[in-house]
């Protein structure tokens, strides 16, 4: 049985850091792409940043130079690290596996597997 369980969410001032984590179970993040997405209120989830089986980095343009994911492999685990956060970064936020066996889809259709969530807060 599959479990992706996102962790280290909470509420933050606007310029400060966070990183959230993604445990899985039931799989190994090194043999699957993983991904990040969010969703805000009223809109519709969305790609933020991906790690491909072979390692490959991919990040949405609105978090490049902010957001970092990374994984590892022998806590199974992947994170993605937010600094610089902004108000616009208010979401619930999704780790999600693919069997995608080149890069990282960046669409939630493309993705079997998902957690629960993890509500990131950014106030001004």
């Known amino acids: 049985q599959v479990q992706l369980v996102e962790s280290g969410g909470g509420l933050v001032q606007a310029g400060d850091s966070l990183r959230i984590s993604c445990a899985a179970s039931?799989?190994?993040?090194?043999?699957?792409?993983m991904g990040w997405f969010r969703q805000a209120p009223g809109k519709e989830r969305e790609f933020v940043a991906g790690?491909?089986?072979?390692?490959?980095?991919f990040n949405a343009n609105s978090v490049k130079g902010r957001f970092t994911i990374s994984r590892d492999n022998a806590k199974n685990t992947v994170y993605l690290q937010m600094n610089s956060l902004k108000p616009e970064d208010t979401a619930v936020y999704y780790c999600?596996?693919?069997?995608?066996?080149?890069?990282?889809?960046?669409?939630?259709?493309?993705?079997?597997?998902w957690g629960q969530g993890t509500q990131v807060t950014v106030s001004s």
């Open positions: 039931g799989l190994p993040v090194n043999n699957y792409g």
């Open positions: 999600a596996a693919t069997n995608a066996r080149i890069g990282v889809p960046g669409t939630a259709e493309r993705y079997a597997y």
């Open positions: 790690i491909s089986r072979n390692g490959g980095i």
